[in-house]
């Protein structure tokens, strides 16, 4: 049996040129103790029976090979507390020699404990990073040269402090500080970035910044979004000791429901202070102008437009815009917060993806006619915010008056249904998008429809990759309105 004696402070280095020595000699898992030394201890007995240090061992001649993910995830688990990492540690790396792809089995029992620790590893390195700190030390008689001196104090559960201290150093490069832990601590004095293993009392400061965090914590704080397991979970009561904004918590918890009724009290249940002056500006009893049968003409009366209760809330009528005599037609949902106050349509957010696709497939935004399904801009008032609302089949159909003007005067040959809403406005049919999408349907002999999505849907995706892939496939679709245009 072998002893080996760690200090076991989260370097991986110590663990691994004893493991390479012991796998060189081809010594098993379960002929080995690994022990934990405590800094400033001395074993006063010395190996214990039939254990024997590593003292005689010389590196052998066995090749050692690990896959590439193995280092990465030793150097996590080496940094966990738990007295079987190290053995843990060893018993994978004795099994990778014969099975290369041990680390795939994600049901192995071996590699389950080590994914375990390491995410616990990982955990701990986040809250170190987001409950840290720093309060600066004053001296009484200030250097004129000396740099601010700052020291923190953090209780972490594992041995992370060589892990995470070059982020402070970093982050905090321009003073020098401290980072105090009972398992350890790190030091910069703005060349040298120093650690020792030597458990640390927790200094006494405190410092103007407290009060600082209690302000801004109390602000950020939304009652409306309270629940409280969550936060425990993101922000464990073993931290809120040594954070000077935890003090601030039971009582914001308390009057919690009391500042939600006076949120929603107060919350804007009314458009904008310029709203009024545009809707009076709708003028109802003014004369239209323009020739009868041209879209100005259309888009005079339609400011007057009260076919639904939309017009209630919304700032203005945004009708379409573009040539009167355009080929190609896009049709949207309705128009946006910014499209509502600007009166156009597509300039907000999606209006900018739409613009991209445009011009990578080669048409030009002014040689299009661009409108939607409906005119006015549904939302739900939420403090400040106007929170967009799907239109209902009413208000769709109310609204087809219009689309309808403006198809019978711009005579597009190929029209865009940009979501499910524009194409059941134009087809009174309700159908899967994803059945749909990519394909022409035949509106009259005249008129040809090519449907898609709208741009919109892809600002909803949160995942990068699929948002990437789902924006691809747009602007191929654009490509594809180009390619019609030819052909029709």
């Known amino acids: 049996m072998r002893l080996v004696k760690l200090e076991a402070n989260g370097d991986l280095d110590e663990w691994r040129n004893a493991a390479r020595l012991l796998l060189s000699n081809n010594i098993a898992p379960q002929q080995i103790d690994w022990q934990h030394e405590q800094p400033g201890a001395r074993d006063i007995f010395g190996p214990i029976g039939d254990r024997r240090p590593l003292d005689d061992l010389k590196p052998g001649s066995k090749q050692i090979m690990v896959p590439k993910d193995f280092l990465p995830l030793a150097e996590k688990v080496v940094c966990h507390s738990s007295q079987t990492r190290f053995a843990l540690l060893y018993r994978l790396l004795w099994r990778l020699q014969d099975d290369k792809k041990l680390l795939e089995a994600l049901s192995d029992e071996d590699v389950v404990l080590a994914h375990k620790l390491e995410k616990s590893v990982r955990r701990d390195s986040h809250k170190m990073k987001a409950f840290v700190r720093f309060k600066e030390f004053v001296d009484e ?210 209006g900018k993806i739409f613009d991209g696709a445009l011009e990578q497939a080669g048409i030009g935004r002014s040689d299009v006619y661009v409108t939607n399904a409906v005119k006015h801009f549904k939302y739900m008032p939420r403090g400040k915010r106007r929170i967009h609302q799907k239109p209902n089949m009413g208000e769709i159909k109310a609204c087809r008056w219009w689309l309808d003007r403006e198809l019978k005067t711009i005579k597009p040959k190929l029209i865009v249904a940009l979501g499910a809403t524009a194409f059941y406005a134009l087809t009174q049919r309700q159908q899967r998008l994803g059945d749909l999408r990519g394909k022409t349907v035949s509106l009259s002999k005249e008129q040809t429809l090519f449907v898609t999505v709208h741009p919109s849907y892809l600002l909803r995706i949160p995942d990068p990759k699929a948002k990437k892939i789902e924006t691809e496939r747009f602007f191929n679709d654009i490509r594809i309105v180009r390619t019609l245009t030819l052909t029709i």
């Open 141 to 350: 008689q200030p250097s004129s040269t000396a740099r601010r001196r700052f020291v923190a104090w953090f209780e972490p559960d594992h041995f992370i402090v060589k892990r995470v201290a070059p982020f402070f150093q970093r982050r905090f490069t321009d003073m020098d500080w401290i980072l105090a832990t009972p398992k350890g601590s790190a030091a910069w004095d703005g060349e040298t970035l120093s650690f020792t293993t030597v458990p640390a009392t927790k200094p006494s400061t405190e410092d103007a910044t407290d009060d600082l965090w209690r302000v801004y914590f109390a602000n950020i704080f939304n009652p409306a979004r309270l629940k409280i397991k969550a936060m425990q979970t993101e922000m464990p009561k073993k931290y809120w000791k040594n954070l000077p904004e935890a003090v601030l918590i039971p009582q914001l918890i308390g009057k919690a429901e009391a500042n939600v009724a006076a949120m929603r009290a107060r919350q804007a249940s009314t458009p904008p202070a310029f709203h009024s002056k545009l809707q009076a500006a709708r003028a109802p009893d003014e004369p239209t102008q323009g020739i009868e049968g041209t879209i100005e003409h259309e888009k005079q009366r339609a400011r007057a437009c009260s076919r639904c209760d939309l017009y209630k809330n919304a700032t203005q009528m945004v009708f379409g815009e573009g040539p009167k005599d355009a080929d190609i037609m896009f049709v949207g949902e309705q128009p946006g917060d910014q499209e509502d106050l600007a009166g156009r349509p597509f300039i907000g957010p999606a």
